[in-house]
């Protein structure tokens, strides 16, 4: 039995809208997953990439994950990962640093042998159509949309039957997907807590045995979430639910009541957070949809989703990041832009 646990897109690190609970959220869902790991005695967790919301995590995001690692390596359990878009760096990896601390292996092309089978690793290679790498009998571990999930995906199903793999475990898109084509298994494990507010369904992790591609989930507990539709009334919603500690996420598709006045409700109410999705604009106008969803107060979270989807190198992705790092004052930046672009000479 090489049963192992597949997981991804752990976005540690990600301030979810401004509040410091959020962001602990996400690194306690890490957490869970090693708590799981544990439990269910698997040879490995392997990462499909983004542990990290990008690639500066702060002292206690580090911490965090360290603790994960560390419990993991006095149970025996590899810690088996590659790089995602989020947390590409030019130099060294954090993933490389957790390796130099044996703690952790950066898959490659050059196969890690896990208890005789081949796992293969390719880290986040940009939006490029992407021909899959050769890994003839094993696993390939990448970090990539593939066209069933996004309709200009980099990378096709049809040519993942090709390259040899028994096994595709993937990481990028944020909900759970299973595909069986002959004798391979392809599979997004989702993200660990919620990123973007329409990942309504709960988290979780996949329990798969390499030898026989048996795949099995487990949940997650993290934040918990109340979604309030369009053809509901939110203010009723509000007043009857217990909505302490949860995030509310409504749905609105009239003028009334007011952004200001559900997110006054919710506060009353012991809401951690009211996030509205205005969807009044999208009534009508198909032909002009947005590419973009934007819900109130979190351009910088839209900002993140469009760029992800973007073909950047990874040098304009990092100028990006220093531009809108809220912790770089303004006057900084250009010495810091500057010092990226010297480094590539
Ligand atoms: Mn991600």
């Not at 878009?85 to 092309?109: I, K």
């Not at 002959?182 to 329990?207: F, H, M, P």
């Not at 949940?219 to 009857?240: G, H, M």
């Not at 950047?312 to 900084?332: G, H, K, M, T, Y």
Request: net charge negative.
């Amino acid at each position: 039995m090489a049963r192992i646990l597949h997981t991804g897109d752990t976005h540690i690190g990600f301030r979810q809208y401004g509040l410091e609970e959020r962001r602990e959220d996400f690194a306690k869902a890490f957490l869970e997953v090693v708590r799981l790991a544990i439990d269910e005695r698997v040879a490995a967790v392997i990462h499909a990439g983004d542990l990290f919301e990008d690639r500066l995590p702060g002292a206690e995001d580090l911490q965090a994950t360290l603790q994960g690692l560390f419990q993991l390596q006095r149970a025996r359990i590899k810690f088996l990962g590659i790089v995602g878009n989020h947390e590409q760096r030019r130099g060294v990896q954090w993933l490389d640093l957790f390796a130099s601390l044996d703690l952790a292996a950066h898959l490659t092309l050059q196969p890690y042998d896990l208890q005789g089978i081949p796992v293969y690793g390719l880290d986040f290679a940009g939006r490029r159509e992407l021909e899959p790498p050769s890994c003839e009998g094993g696993v390939l571990v990448c970090h990539q949309l593939l066209n069933e999930v996004e309709p200009d995906g980099e990378l096709s199903l049809k040519k993942l039957l090709t390259c040899g793999a028994k096994t595709v475990l993937l990481g990028d898109f944020h909900e759970r997907k299973v595909w069986f084509e002959k004798s391979l298994l392809v599979t997004y494990c989702g993200s660990t807590e919620r990123w973007a507010l329409d990942e309504q369904k709960k988290r979780g992790v996949n329990i798969i045995d390499l030898k026989s591609n048996r795949i099995d989930h487990r949940d997650l507990k993290t934040r918990e979430f109340l979604y309030i539709n369009a053809d509901e009334d939110p203010l009723q919603r509000l007043k009857t639910s217990d909505v302490t500690g949860r995030v509310v996420a409504i749905y609105l598709k009239s003028a009334r009541p007011t952004v200001a006045e559900l997110e006054e409700l919710g506060r009353q109410r012991g809401a951690l957070a009211v996030r509205v999705r205005d969807l009044r604009e999208m009534e009508g106008e198909l032909e002009h949809q947005p590419d973009v969803q934007i819900d109130y107060g979190d351009l910088e979270q839209a900002i993140s989703e469009a760029l992800a989807r973007r073909n950047l190198s990874a040098l304009a992705r990092e100028i990006d990041q220093v531009i809108r790092d809220f912790r770089i004052p303004d006057s900084n930046i250009d010495g810091e832009v500057t010092a990226l672009l010297e480094g590539q000479r």
